[in-house]
């Protein structure tokens, strides 16, 4: 056989069916295979055309670069180093340090030969996705680039290493970098591998966008994109874990302890979260003595901190990152450490004692409680306290005078006493500020000499309020983590048996019962998330609840012609039920309908009108009679506002909303179409349209996508357009006895399960055809034979979860990005699964409050807030008022211009308009001269900001700026998501277990599952 040089072979293994079984060096010879070059642009091309070749181009210079990086290293630094003439480092050594890169260069040397040919023809086809799938998909490219990823760690201990061992070898780096044109180091150019496929992920991201929907490269591009998602997610996954077992062995070879060293040397010990953090000891006047930079560690049941060294050779430090040393300071079981808030009380009891690690006082204790923030904002806060306590008995007195005094009188101390209440509620609020970014742990301590057990308290500074948000997020799953049902929760397929617990896998965090027991007979039929965030809940309540917001869950039928709706309350670490709705007939469907924004603008000089009565958001929940309920969704408020019908009566089996249109599935195959109002309201059409015909059987499902509803009827999908209500079908299944009775949506593509079989299918939402068959039954062993089918689907956070007639959820990893959402990987299944068939799975997210993550939500200290640029006022202390924009906009001007305001305090600024001793009745009680205090002056005096001008009327005082929507700088571009899965049906099981050790709880009882996943930061 015959090799053409310049073509990369690939021999696989007889009978083995695998892609990277050898390779050919091949070297690419310029006049034979030139490299890609666009040709000049014709005339007459659109805009996206244009745009178009921009991205290619871009492709093309990015490609040409790596390449040029990745011969550099081949060249430069390995050829030379394995000469036998010049023996620097250990040709062994040296192939280890390069291990893998000679098989990247050769499929990227491949990949441009096929970009120089399509770049030639670009003009004529204007495709490139077909190109990156079939360059990229090949098991071969994630075995070299995995291989060199996980090998990543050990190159650069060993060139560390090598570094300081052989000084030829240093200065041969040197020497090379010196004598670089970009002067970048060998660790630059090594780590490129590593960025590259988010660098081609955002490059066709790019191409995606500029393409139009007709376009022949639309359907490629979204298949390449979810090639390289996988394959970056898989990479990303491999290098995580590679750095987190480098991290363990670091902190393996510092530790002594029996205990922990046997931790740390077991396979199932897990990283969960380290991070490096500042340990703050104050001094007892509050005044910060000592700092420390700590790496603290959470692995598995335990937590960790450790002193970190960072030193090290200067030289070596410019070429290759110096891994840290670490000394274990301590570690404390997890199950009894606990996070500490501003004015908690002691954690450990009567008999407990705790002691916070101060420098000269063990505690700071105010009435009988241990306050664990600040001392010296404590001590500002006790002083204020005592402040107003002896102003209030100087007010009592001052009522028993008997003359009339301008300054002295039951007005004046009445206002003292209300500005120092406002001060005391901001001084709290400064310190629920100071909050943010400090972690308080209590840890076990060694007993005292009675035996009572001690806790210490440690104070950590965090980078940023996220990182405090993530340590108190991931502690508290943590332990859940360890509870019996999540130690062996989820079953992967290709890990042969092996469970996966901790946080890799959505944690239970709850079992709870829906419905009394006296409706047993009721059946659950569906549920939604009602997102309402409280600002009331504290700063680790909102990192611990889950998604904040109320879950309504509904149900009916069975033996009953009722239907009832359950209410719980998501605010806190579990589900509780807060209110009970009977309906008159059986709940089969509910949807929400988020309240519209108001596009009216308020114009300068026009006076607003009365405000209209606002409604809220709204929920409909579709009854068996053929009804449909509008319920008011403010919190557990629930009013009926009206109720609408369609003509035939028929029941309601779903609902969906587009735009200004409700849409609502029948049991006899038609499709009824409401419209809402400006104000609010729903009303049905008076149009043709508003009976829409599918076919003769149960409209079992709707699905809002972009601008269209898709609708199933019998094995059909119907594509409603929601501004034209012009219907497209297609056949979903080749038989008509399976109706498609569940659809979910994720990118370019919408997955179907269907009332009989157990498989389920994937479409491309924009060509409609089918791109992927999955059945369920053949990837999990927990499936018993006979008739299954999928009950319930769902796609959240990048999983797909598939509920099972027989009570078993299974999942899979699908891409988050525009591209398909093809299922790659193998299935997980829960162990913690359903008695009966799971009736619904439900999505429950929510954004935490973006206040939480400004360092300064409420006092403007630093000079960008004083320019309008930073985080400012968080409202009213009094409650969100709707006035206070157009008020504080209103005293703008005389804030900017006041004469006096450099001399105020830059914890707290504070305005004074109207209050002035001069217009209070009485003489001034003063030891000056008359003439020094002109009575009559309308002007604001410097004594005018004494403290007792500020009092509860909003238009005397003003707390900073008011932050403007987009102005909120960090906060507005971190958002921190919770998330949680529920799934409900018929009692609860352990399956996976052994005979003696599986449960079951009561099979009637209608019980909902929650998962817990942890928070997540994106852009």
């Not at 003359?403 to 500005?419: E, F, K, M, P, R």
């Not at 409700?662 to 038609?670: C, E, P, R, S």
């Not at 009950?791 to 956070?797: G, P, R």
């Not at 068939?837 to 200290?861: C, G, K, P, Y």
Request: a neutral charge; charged letters at 20%; glycine letters at 6%.
């Amino acid at each position: 056989m015959t090799c053409d040089a310049n073509t990369l072979w690939l021999f696989d293994f007889a009978g083995d069916g695998k892609d990277d079984a050898g390779y050919i060096d091949v070297f690419l010879c310029e006049v034979k295979h030139p490299p890609p070059q666009l040709c000049p642009m014709p005339e007459g091309l659109s805009s996206q055309q244009v745009v178009r070749r921009l991205i290619l181009r871009s492709i093309v210079q990015s490609e040409s670069s790596y390449l040029d990086s990745l011969k550099r290293i081949l060249q430069e630094y390995q050829k030379p180093l394995l000469e036998t003439q010049s023996v620097i480092l250990n040709p062994k050594k040296v192939r280890q340090i390069f291990h893998r890169l000679h098989e990247i260069y050769q499929c990227h040397c491949m990949f441009q030969i096929a970009l120089a040919s399509r770049v030639a023809e670009w003009d004529q086809s204007e495709k490139i996705g077909d190109l990156f799938v079939a360059s990229f998909s090949k098991s071969m490219v994630l075995n070299v680039y995995s291989d060199y990823i996980n090998n990543f760690t050990s190159a650069m201990a060993l060139i560390k290493k090598a570094c300081l061992s052989k000084p030829a070898f240093l200065d041969f780096l040197k020497r090379k970098q010196a004598s670089s044109p970009d002067r970048i180091t060998l660790y630059g150019l090594m780590v490129k591998p590593i960025q590259r496929f988010p660098q081609f992920i955002l490059l066709l991201q790019d191409m995606l966008k500029n393409t139009p929907r007709s376009h022949s490269d639309r359907l490629p591009l979204q298949l390449a994109l979810t090639e390289l998602e996988t394959l970056a997610e898989k990479l990303n996954e491999q290098k995580r874990l590679a750095d987190q077992e480098a991290e363990i062995q670091h902190l393996a070879h510092s530790t002594g302890e029996r205990n922990l060293n046997k931790l740390l040397n077991s396979e199932q010990r897990q990283l969960i979260h380290c991070e490096l953090l500042t340990e703050i000891v104050f001094g007892d006047k509050g005044q910060v003595i000592k700092s420390k930079e700590r790496k603290v560690f959470l692995i598995n049941d335990t937590l960790i901190c450790a002193n970190v060294n960072l030193k090290g050779p200067p030289d070596i430090n410019t070429l290759v990152p110096v891994g840290p040393k670490y000394t274990v300071k301590w570690s404390a079981s997890l199950l009894q450490t606990q996070v500490v808030e501003v004015g908690q009380d002691s954690l450990q009891g009567k008999d407990g004692v705790i002691t916070a690690r101060y420098a000269k006082c063990d505690h700071v204790c105010v009435s009988g409680k241990v306050l664990l923030g600040p001392p010296r904002l404590y001590q500002e806060l006790e002083e204020l306290q005592h402040d107003l306590a002896v102003v209030e008995e100087v007010s009592l007195l001052v009522g028993t005078l008997h003359g009339i005094y301008q300054n002295l009188n039951t007005t004046v101390s009445q206002d003292w006493c209300l500005a120092l209440q406002r001060l005391i509620r901001l001084k709290e609020e400064e310190i629920q500020n100071a909050n943010k970014c400090r972690l308080r742990l209590s840890v076990p301590g060694k007993p005292d000499k009675s035996g009572r057990p001690v806790s210490i308290m440690v104070v950590f500074n965090t980078p940023n309020p996220f990182s405090k948000i993530s340590w108190v997020n991931r502690l508290h799953l943590a332990k859940i983590a360890q509870r019996k049902e999540n130690t062996s929760g989820w079953e992967c397929a290709e890990e042969d048996g092996k469970t996966k617990a901790l946080l890799s896998c959505p944690l239970l965090t709850c079992k709870l019962s829906v419905f009394s027991s006296r409706t047993h007979t009721l059946k659950l039929e569906a549920a939604l998330h009602s997102p309402s965030q409280s600002r009331l809940l504290g700063f680790c309540t909102a990192s611990t609840s889950l998604p904040q917001g109320y879950l309504w869950v509904a149900g009916g039928g069975g033996n009953s012609n009722h239907g009832q709706v359950e209410i719980f309350s998501l605010n806190r670490a579990s589900a509780r039920l807060v209110k009970t709705l009977p309906l008159r007939a059986p709940v089969l469907c509910l949807e929400y309908v988020k309240e519209p924004c108001p596009s009216t603008v308020l114009q300068e000089g026009t006076e607003k009108g009365p405000r209209a009565a606002k409604t809220g958001n709204i929920i409909c929940v579709g009854l068996q009679d053929g009804s449909i309920h509008v319920q008011s969704s403010v919190d557990t408020a629930v009013q009926c506002l009206l109720t609408l019908v369609n003509p035939d009566n028929c029941p309601v089996l779903c609902l969906k909303h587009l735009l200004s249109f409700l849409f609502a599935g029948l049991a006899n195959g038609k499709v009824a179409i409401y419209h809402r109002k400006t104000g609010g309201e729903l009303s049905q059409i008076p149009l043709s349209h508003d009976l829409v015909s599918l076919g003769s059987k149960p409209v079992y499902c709707l699905l809002t996508l972009e601008d269209t509803m898709w609708a199933s009827c019998e094995n059909q999908v119907t594509v409603i357009q929601g501004d034209s209500l012009c219907m497209q079908s297609f056949e979903a299944h080749s038989d008509p006895d399976f109706h498609v009775s569940h659809m979910v949506h994720s990118g370019g593509g919408v997955w179907m399960a269907f009332t009989k079989g157990s498989s389920i299918h994937l479409f491309h939402t924009e060509t409609l055809q089918q791109l992927q068959e999955i059945n369920i039954s053949t990837r999990t062993n927990y499936l018993s034979p006979g008739h299954v089918c999928v009950s319930s689907l769902l796609i959240s956070q990048g999983m797909l979860w598939v509920g099972t007639s027989q009570g078993v959820i299974i999942t899979f990893s699908v891409p988050t990005l525009e591209g398909i959402p093809k299922i790659t990987g193998k299935a997980m299944t829960s162990l913690n699964a359903h008695c009966g068939a799971v009736d619904f799975l439900v999505s429950a997210s929510s954004t935490l409050a973006s206040d939480l993550l400004r360092r300064d939500s409420i006092f403007n200290i630093s000079k960008e807030s004083a320019n309008g640029e930073g985080g400012g006022g968080g409202g009213n202390v009094e409650g969100e008022r709707g006035e206070q924009k157009l008020e504080n906009s209103h005293h703008r001007e005389n804030l900017e211009t006041s004469p006096w305001k450099q001399d105020k305090p830059k914890h707290l600024l504070l305005q004074y308009h109207l209050h002035s001793t001069s217009q209070l009745p009485g003489k001034l009680l003063t030891a000056q001269p008359e003439q020094a205090n002109p009575r009559a002056s309308p002007d604001l005096q410097m004594e005018d900001g004494s403290i007792y001008e500020v009092n509860e009327d909003p238009d005397v005082w003003l707390r900073g700026r008011p932050l403007e929507l987009g102005k909120e700088g960090e906060a507005k571009r971190n958002k921190v998501t919770s998330t949680a899965i529920f799934s409900g049906g018929r009692g609860y099981r352990r399956i996976g277990l052994s005979a003696s050790e599986e449960t079951c709880s009561d099979s009637s009882e209608n019980t909902l599952l929650v998962w817990q996943l942890p928070l997540t930061l994106s852009q």
